[in-house]
């Protein structure tokens, strides 16, 4: 069966928590007038760590933190860039636990190797909100306050869903997953592997890890040599999609991709009708501000979920524009809107 699969921009939350919670919807927290004044009168200091900062994710997810904070008079008064190095964050999660910090929202780079830094965090008076991932072993309530995320286990679905249309019976699809230990890109791989299971049995499914971001294209080459014929691929975010999408273009394949994270380069690489067909969307900015939400109601005391969700966003190509706007919070850069105006005008002509 190769029938068109209908798409849906909005999904409800399909995934649960890293303890099996149902989410609560991001929405719903919210804090009251009462709270406000309470908050901007404590005047909190807050610290962010992140495992890159130089990602379209992680600057809209800084940038809603940051907006949002300030609304209660709270400060974020350090950002580090983990550089995807564990003992990087390690060493400043052991800073943060003696400096003048009242909260840090932390991006787990890994469960294990880094579970004994966030929790000796925790442990030292800091409150901790952990966005996408709980290390091993650590527990909501004792361990931190909450972990906020998107749905990762329906971004997965989503991509599973865009990347049929592309792969004919009896075809194969390739996974290109992160080869670190890590929650929200495990759920989404997990995902897509079931989703094909009830929707494409026909579809063989192959699979390479990259553990750098460098390895990304490599990988991608190496799965077109494990199976020939490779009709798509699904990369767990929308960085090495692009640095595979360049690999596979360098050695003459043309192979549809889907991926999550609507990024400036997988954007125009979708309006000017490359290799990326379609796109899972986290809401970072969304998810920041409702991290922020949730670190300023667990600074006041106030009971937080364990588990806070927000629903991803599918985009095609014909839609980057305006998913653009919900997505980012600003305009489509020029080079996006220049190339969507061309896409539709061929579209028509083809009709």
């Known amino acids: 069966m190769n ?36 908050a901007k009168a404590r005047r909190f200091a807050v610290a962010v760590v992140l495992h ?7 600057k809209q997810e800084l940038a809603g933190i940051a907006a949002t904070l300030g609304l209660y008079s709270a400060a974020v008064v350090e950002v580090v860039d ?3 190095d564990v003992e990087l964050q390690i060493a400043a999660l052991t800073r943060l636990a003696r400096e003048p910090v ?26 901790l909100v952990l966005l996408d991932n709980a290390p091993t072993g650590m527990l909501p309530g004792a361990d931190y306050a909450s972990v906020v995320s998107t749905d990762n286990f329906g971004l997965g679905q989503s991509c599973a869903a865009m990347l049929s249309d592309h792969i004919p019976p009896n075809g194969a699809a390739g996974i290109l997953g992160y080869g ?12 897509f592997r079931k989703w094909m299971g009830i929707h494409r049995p026909d579809v063989t499914l192959v699979r ?43 050695q003459g394949f043309d192979i549809p991709v889907t991926t999550v994270d609507l990024g400036n380069d997988v954007a125009l690489d979708m309006v000017r009708r490359g290799m990326i067909k379609g796109v899972g969307a986290q809401m970072p900015y969304d998810q920041g501000s409702a991290a922020a939400r949730v670190t300023v109601a667990a600074l006041l005391g106030l009971s937080v979920p364990p588990w806070v969700a927000l629903a991803g966003r599918e985009v095609t190509p014909l839609d980057v524009v305006e998913a653009y706007q ?26």
Do not use: Y
């Open 52 to 58: 890159t900062t130089t990602s379209d994710w992680s």
């Open 326 to 351: 919900v997505i980012w919070h600003l305009p489509a850069p020029r080079a996006i809107i220049d190339a969507m105006r061309i896409l539709v005008a061929t579209q028509g002509h083809s009709k």
């Open 82 to 84: 983990c550089n995807f």
């Open 3 to 38: 029938g068109k699969t209908p798409v849906d921009t909005a999904k409800p939350i399909a995934g649960l928590g890293p303890h099996g919670e149902r989410a609560v919807p991001a929405d719903q927290i919210q804090l009251t007038e009462g709270d406000a004044v309470e």
């Open 208 to 250: 390479e890890r990259f553990a750098e971001l460098e390895d990304a294209g490599p990988a991608a080459l190496a799965m077109v040599e494990k199976a020939r014929g490779l009709s798509g691929i699904f990369a767990v975010w929308d960085v090495p999609a692009m640095k595979a999408v360049r690999a596979l273009a360098q």
């Open 102 to 127: 009242d909260a840090v929202i932390s991006i787990p780079i890994g469960n294990t190797r880094v579970a004994a830094a966030h929790r000796a965090l925790a442990h030292s008076g800091r409150k």
């Open 180 to 191: 670190i230990d890590f929650f929200a890109t495990h759920e989404r791989e997990i995902a």
